[in-house]
């Protein structure tokens, strides 16, 4: 990335993984520019070709049947908890509206969402909480089980929570959680809004666990940096959402149709994903290294593939103006790591500039005098 004066930085916060491409990948701008010479809206209330299309390759390479089109992370989420709770309605059982949900979570900033996240300081001051959602601790199968009633509708879990700190659910969690939902009939919604799209090395990090779910949300990274969220489902969990139950004005256009199609035409290429795997296993290796040789900065090194984190032992924020300073561009996330979210097109050149910046900040930081006064 270069500043208006020129200057260039290195950018491993890709827009909080939405730059899934980097910024001005040729496929893409070619892309987008060519639909803006055609048509950039129509109602949905017409058939999109492009939107049928990226909608059957979502289905092709997924567990899903149907595919909703919207614009953001929380919208696809709001779609997921619709669904859900919508399913148990069309089944006869409307009582079960109630999704677990887990600490550390982040499910967007709509007031569903930020019910569904639970955190006090997204919840502060707008009012009444929204009702149906029982928290328990991440990874806690006993907590869950408990949790799970003649009320509850779905388990709602990230595979890898992202702002929660970049935590890797166990794939045995995950797995579990998915016989629970078939012990009781209820559904198991992904929110791979952060951790789909290629960033863990798979195309959706589920597949790692070896599972599928009932209903999945995704963003971010299917844009690559145009607005798009999706909502995915198999065809028994879609059953009560019908057409006009649910809709979008903006959602799934052409413009953003054409983009979505064309991240996919570049994930999709043969070995794409296993480039994101081994670049990523590199920059974890070297990632490694540096919590080696900093050890009074950095506690270890957390996440999967791309979607990697820095614990840190100064707070988070100080370690990320320090990389600035160093031209590297990194974000916060919760439980005091520093967040790396690269594009997924990095090679090897990339990452050792970015492990030597990470390097020369931690320098930075243990010569600066605030550093030596909170030591
Ligand atoms: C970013 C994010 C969201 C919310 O997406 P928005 O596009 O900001 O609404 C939801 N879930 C996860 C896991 C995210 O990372």
Redesign the pocket.
């Known amino acids: 990335m270069f500043t208006a004066d020129g200057q260039e930085y290195l950018d491993f916060a890709a827009g ?1 993984a939405v730059n899934s491409l980097g910024h001005c990948h040729p496929h893409l701008v070619e892309a987008l520019t060519e639909q803006a010479r055609k048509v950039w809206h129509v109602s949905n209330l017409f058939e999109i070709p492009d939107q049928t299309r990226l909608g059957e390759r979502l289905v092709a390479a997924t567990f899903a049947d149907h595919v909703f089109f919207c614009n ?4 696809a ?1 709001e779609c997921a908890i619709k669904t859900a709770r919508r399913y148990h309605y069309a089944s006869g059982s409307p009582e079960r509206y109630r999704i677990v949900t887990f600490e550390g979570a ?4 709509t007031m569903a ?1 930020i019910a569904a996240g639970g955190q006090p300081k997204y919840l502060e001051g707008f009012g009444p909480k929204l009702e149906g959602f029982d928290q328990v601790p991440f990874g806690d199968l006993k907590a869950v089980r408990q949790a799970v009633g003649p009320e509850t509708a779905a388990i709602l879990v ?1 595979p890898v929570q ?2 929660g700190g970049l935590r890797p659910a166990d794939p045995a969690f995950l797995r579990a959680l998915r016989e629970i939902c078939d012990e009781n009939g209820i559904l198991l919604v992904l ?1 791979e ?2 951790s789909g799209v290629g960033r863990t090395g798979k195309l959706f990090a589920y597949e790692w666990a070896g599972i599928e779910p009932d209903v999945m949300a995704i ?2 990274g299917i844009g690559g940096g145009f607005p798009l ?1 999706a909502c995915l489902a198999t065809e028994e969990a879609a059953k009560g959402m019908q057409p006009g139950t649910h809709g979008t004005t903006f959602g799934g256009n052409p413009l953003a149709m054409a983009v979505g199609n064309a991240v996919l035409d570049v994930v999709l290429e043969p070995g794409f994903l296993q480039h994101v795997a081994d670049i990523g296993l590199r920059l974890r290796q070297g990632l490694a290294r540096l919590v080696d040789t900093h050890p009074d900065l950095l506690e270890d090194v957390r996440g999967t593939g791309l979607m990697l984190g820095l614990k840190a032992r100064i707070p988070n924020k100080d370690l990320i103006a320090a990389l600035r300073d160093q031209h590297f561009l990194a974000v916060a996330a919760g439980d005091n790591v520093v967040r790396l979210l690269p594009p997924l097109t990095i090679g090897q050149a990339e990452v050792d500039e970015a492990l030597q910046k990470i390097d020369q900040a931690c320098e930075a930081v243990r010569a600066a005098p605030a550093a030596q006064g909170a030591a």
């Not at 953001?72 to 919208?75: H, N």
């Not at 982040?106 to 900033?109: A, I, L, N, Q, W």
Request: charged residues 30%; glycine residues 20%; hydrophobic residues 30%.
């Open positions: 909080i953001s992370g929380a919208e989420l982040f499910h967007g900033r969402t990230e992202g702002e929110d809004v952060q963003a971010k969220g």
